[in-house]
C-alpha cells in the first residue's frame, strides 16, 4: 500500500493513505543500510500489515532544510514588525528555495502593526512583484485580508517557513481555528521569537494541505561556489553581461569594470546587499573545501597509478629515532662481548 508521511517522531513515521487512514509504522532495516532518508511528504510503500516502510517512491522535489519532500509552493511567512522586517533573511528564503527551483509566496504579517502601511506595502511590492513573486498582507492575529491568500493555496501542498515569532503558528489557527496550535511571544529584548514549532508536520483541513515547520535562521550559503550565486539573483544577473572580466563576482566598485556596480541605481539596495552577504558565505565554502582538498592531497602519495596513505613527517622521525637506538643496542653488545 502506498502513503504520504505527515510526521516524524523519534523512529516512528506517521503516514496517511489515500484514503485518509492512518498508521504508525517503523523503517525497514534494509533503508536504514542503505542510508535511504525519508523525511515529511515522502510518498512511501508499506509492508503487508502496514508496520513498516520498505520503499521511498520518486520525489517532485526536496527540501534539505526543513526536510521536506514533494512541495507545491513554500509560503515564506515575514513580520513587517515585531520583530521587524529583515530584508536579508527575506532574500535568503528566497534565494534558498530558488536554488532548489521551488514556487515561492511572500506573506507579510502583522499589517495591523504598521502605522504607515500603504507606503511599506509599495516599497515591498516594487522590489519582489517586479521579480514575479506574488505578496500578501495580512494580520492572522486579527484575521485580517487572509481570503485572498486561502483562494491561492487552496489545493496545493503548501510548507510554511520563516522566523521564529513571525507568526506562522497563529496563520494555521487562523485557517482553521479547530487547530489551536500553541503559539509564542517575540522577546522584547532580542525580537526574536521561540520555537512552537518542533518538526515538520502535514496538516490537512478543507482544501488546504500546509506543511508547518520550524523557524530557523542560521541557513548559510555554506554549500555554493561563488559563481553560482548570482544564478539566484535574476534581477543583479540582468546586469551581469556586460562585465570586462568573464569571472566577475560583481562585488567590484570600479567604475567601467563590473557592469553590475555601473547599474547600482536600478537594483534595489537591500537585494544587492543579500547577494554579497550570500557571496561572502559561498567564498568562505570555496576557500574551506580548497584547504581540505589541500590537506587531503599533502596526506596522500601517487606510486604509478596507485594512491597510498604518506606517513607523517613525525611517524617517520619517530620511526627513524627507534631504528638508531636499535642499532645503537647492536653496537653496544658487540663491544660487550
Known amino acids: 500500500m502506498q502513503a504520504q508521511v505527515y510526521k516524524i517522531h523519534s523512529d516512528f513515521y506517521y503516514v496517511k493513505n489515500s ?49 521536506a519532500a514533494n512541495i507545491d509552493c513554500v509560503l515564506v511567512v515575514s513580520s513587517v514588525k515585531e520583530p521587524d522586517l529583515d530584508f536579508i533573511q527575506l532574500n535568503r528564503y528566497l534565494a534558498y528555495l530558488k536554488f532548489h527551483n521551488i514556487n ?32 500578501f498582507f495580512i494580520s492572522a492575529k486579527n484575521n485580517l485580508d487572509l481570503d485572498d491568500l486561502k483562494d491561492y493555496i487552496k489545493g496545493k501542498t503548501v ?12 496563520l494555521l489557527n487562523s485557517l482553521n481555528p479547530e487547530i489551536n496550535l500553541k503559539t509564542g511571544e517575540v522577546s522584547l529584548k532580542t525580537q526574536r521569537g521561540c520555537h512552537t514549532t518542533r518538526h515538520c508536520e502535514i496538516i490537512e483541513f478543507g482544501d488546504f494541505v500546509i506543511m508547518d515547520t ?72 570555496k576557500e574551506k573545501i580548497s584547504k581540505r582538498s589541500i590537506k587531503e592531497e599533502s596526506l596522500n602519495k601517487k606510486t604509478g597509478h596507485r594512491i597510498s596513505l604518506k606517513i607523517s613527517k613525525r611517524k617517520r622521525e619517530i620511526s627513524r629515532n627507534t631504528q638508531k637506538q636499535k642499532i645503537k643496542g647492536e653496537e653496544n653488545e658487540i663491544y660487550r662481548v
Open 214 to 285: 520550524p523557524g530557523f535562521s542560521n541557513l548559510k550559503f555554506d554549500f555554493l561556489l561563488p559563481e553560482k550565486v548570482i544564478d539566484l539573483f535574476d534581477d543583479i544577473k540582468l546586469y551581469s553581461n556586460e562585465c570586462k572580466f568573464a569571472n566577475c563576482l560583481h562585488n567590484v566598485n570600479i567604475e567601467g569594470i563590473c557592469s553590475v556596480y555601473d547599474n547600482l541605481d536600478k537594483i534595489d539596495k537591500s537585494r544587492y546587499e543579500s547577494y554579497l552577504t550570500f557571496l561572502a558565505e559561498a567564498i568562505e565554502y
Open 104 to 135: 515561492s509566496i511572500i506573506c507579510i504579517n502583522k499589517e495591523d502593526l504598521e502605522l504607515n502601511l500603504e507606503d511599506r506595502k509599495t516599497q515591498i511590492k516594487n522590489i519582489y512583484e517586479k521579480l514575479n513573486y506574488k505578496v
Open 19 to 67: 484514503k485518509h487512514e492512518s498508521f504508525v509504522c517503523k523503517l525497514r532495516d534494509v533503508l536504514k543500510k542503505q542510508k535511504i532518508d525519508i523525511v515529511t511528504g515522502d510518498f512511501v510503500e508499506l509492508s503487508d500489515d502496514n508496520n513498516y516502510i520498505v520503499e521511498r517512491l520518486k520525489r517532485k522535489n526536496y527540501l534539505l532544510r526543513p526536510k
Open 159 to 170: 510548507a510554511l517557513c520563516g522566523l521564529s515569532g513571525v507568526g506562522k503558528t497563529t
